[in-house]
T-cell receptor, first 115, second 117 residues
Framework: NAGVTQTPKFQVLKTGQSMTLQCAQDMNHEYMSWYRQDPGMGLRLIHYSVGAGITDQGEVPNGYNVSRSTTEDFPLRLLSAAPSQTSVYFC??????????????FGPGTRLTVT | AQSVAQPEDQVNVAEGNPLTVKCTYSVSGNPYLFWYVQYPNRGLQFLLKYITGDNLVKGSYGFEAEFNKSQTSFHLKKPSALVSDSALYFCAVRVPTLSGSARQLTFGSGTQLTVLP
C-alpha cells in the first residue's frame, strides 16, 4: 500500500512555463485535495475533489487547474508559472466524500521553484 | 469563518521534560480538531483528533491533546519529550454542517518544536 504518491519531488520552472504535478492514491479515497505550504502561513487549500468528475476551488485557486478522471489520480496543472507560485505543494486524500471527522493522508510533497 | 491560531512559532524543551504546543480556534459550531506533525522534507502525518466526547484525546507516539470548549483551545501535550519529537506541528479545524458535509480543513501557521538533548 503506497498511500499518496507525488511526482516530481523537485522542479524548477521559468516564468510562463506550464507543468503538471502528479498525485495518486491507492486507498480508494473519494476526497482528494491540493495544498501549498509557504513559510509562516500553514497550508492553504488550492483545489479539492469529492469524487471522479467533481472538483471545486479552495482558498487560493488562481493560476491552477485540476481534473479528476479516476478515483486514484488528481493532477494539478500550473498554466503559466509565476514566481509567486514558488512553494511546496502537497496532495492529500481522505475517506468519505464529505470528509466529516476523517483525517487526511498526505503525500511527500513537490518543491517548486519558479525563476 | 473558521480560523486557527498557534501563538508560538518556536517551542524549545529539554529532553525528558513535558511539552505543550498551543492551539486556539475560532468557529461557529462544534469543531473537529486535528493535530499533524511534519518532519523535515516530509509530508504531514496525522497525530490525533477530537470529534466529540472525552475532552482528553490520546494519539500516536505518546501525544495527547485536551479540548477545552470554554477557552476554545486544543493544546498538544506529551509528558516526556524525546529528541526525535523535534518537528513542525500543525493544528487544524473543520466544522461539520447540518447536511453532514463539512467545511474545508483550516490549518494554523505551525509551531516548530525543538527538543534539546
Amino acid at each position: 500500500n503506497a498511500g499518496v504518491t507525488q511526482t516530481p519531488k523537485f522542479q524548477v520552472l521559468k516564468t510562463g512555463q506550464s507543468m503538471t504535478l502528479q498525485c495518486a492514491q491507492d486507498m480508494n479515497h473519494e476526497y482528494m485535495s491540493w495544498y501549498r505550504q509557504d513559510p509562516g502561513m500553514g497550508l492553504r487549500l488550492i483545489h479539492y475533489s469529492v469524487g471522479a468528475g467533481i472538483t471545486d476551488q479552495g482558498e487560493v485557486p488562481n493560476g491552477y487547474n485540476v481534473s479528476r478522471s479516476t478515483t486514484e489520480d488528481f493532477p494539478l496543472r500550473l498554466l503559466s508559472a509565476a514566481p509567486s507560485q514558488t512553494s511546496v505543494y502537497f496532495c492529500a486524500s481522505s475517506y468519505g466524500r464529505w470528509q466529516g471527522p476523517h483525517e487526511q493522508y498526505f503525500g511527500p510533497g513537490t518543491r517548486l521553484t519558479v525563476t | 469563518a473558521q480560523s486557527v491560531a498557534q501563538p508560538e512559532d518556536q517551542v524549545n524543551v529539554a529532553e525528558g521534560n513535558p511539552l505543550t504546543v498551543k492551539c486556539t480556534y475560532s468557529v461557529s459550531g462544534n469543531p473537529y480538531l486535528f493535530w499533524y506533525v511534519q518532519y523535515p522534507n516530509r509530508g504531514l502525518q496525522f497525530l490525533l483528533k477530537y470529534i466529540t466526547g472525552d475532552n482528553l484525546v490520546k494519539g500516536s507516539y505518546g501525544f495527547e491533546a485536551e479540548f477545552n470548549k470554554s477557552q476554545t483551545s486544543f493544546h498538544l501535550k506529551k509528558p516526556s519529550a524525546l529528541v526525535s519529537d523535534s518537528a513542525l506541528y500543525f493544528c487544524a479545524v473543520r466544522v461539520p454542517t447540518l447536511s453532514g458535509s463539512a467545511r474545508q480543513l483550516t490549518f494554523g501557521s505551525g509551531t516548530q518544536l525543538t527538543v534539546l538533548p
